[in-house]
Nanobody
Framework: QVQLVESGGGLVQAGGSLRLACAASGFTFSSTPMGWYRQAPGKVREVVAAVSSGDYTWYSDSVKGRFTISRDNAKDTLYLRMNSLKDEDTALYFC??????????????????WGQGTQVTVSS
């Protein structure tokens, strides 16, 4: 069955960096658009980054220029490099499968019914 196992979260000071990883299994990772979304208490779920099977990338305005999404198809692993972290980046981050093209969309449709997420806490 599909499994998405996130790791790499933690407590970091504002301005610091973290790299999240997501180990995927149970589906053909290399041909699947993938993304990351976050959920903070009291806030709407937000897709922050996505990458197509052809390495086209999409970012939300809130993280553009600070976060970098990448994928290693040989390892079936998705990454999210987060730099210049801010208080407002504090959230539970989920790896997600996405549907459809990422080109020209306002927000990709990405979903996760399998992972537990990894907590990122930014302290000021």
């Amino acid at each position: 069955q599909v499994q998405l196992v996130e790791s790499g979260g933690g407590l970091v000071q504002a301005g610091g960096s973290l790299r999240l990883a997501c180990a995927a299994s149970g589906f053909t990772f290399s041909s699947t658009p993938m993304g990351w979304y976050r959920q903070a208490p009291g806030k709407v779920r937000e897709v922050v980054a996505a990458v197509s099977s052809g390495d086209y990338t999409w970012y939300s305005d809130s993280v553009k220029g600070r976060f970098t999404i990448s994928r290693d198809n040989a390892k079936d692993t998705l990454y999210l490099r987060m730099n210049s972290l801010k208080d407002e980046d504090t959230a539970l981050y989920f790896c997600a499968r996405c549907v459809g093209s990422l080109v020209g969309v306002s927000t990709p449709y990405c979903f996760n019914s399998w992972g537990q997420g990894t907590q990122v806490t930014v302290s000021s």
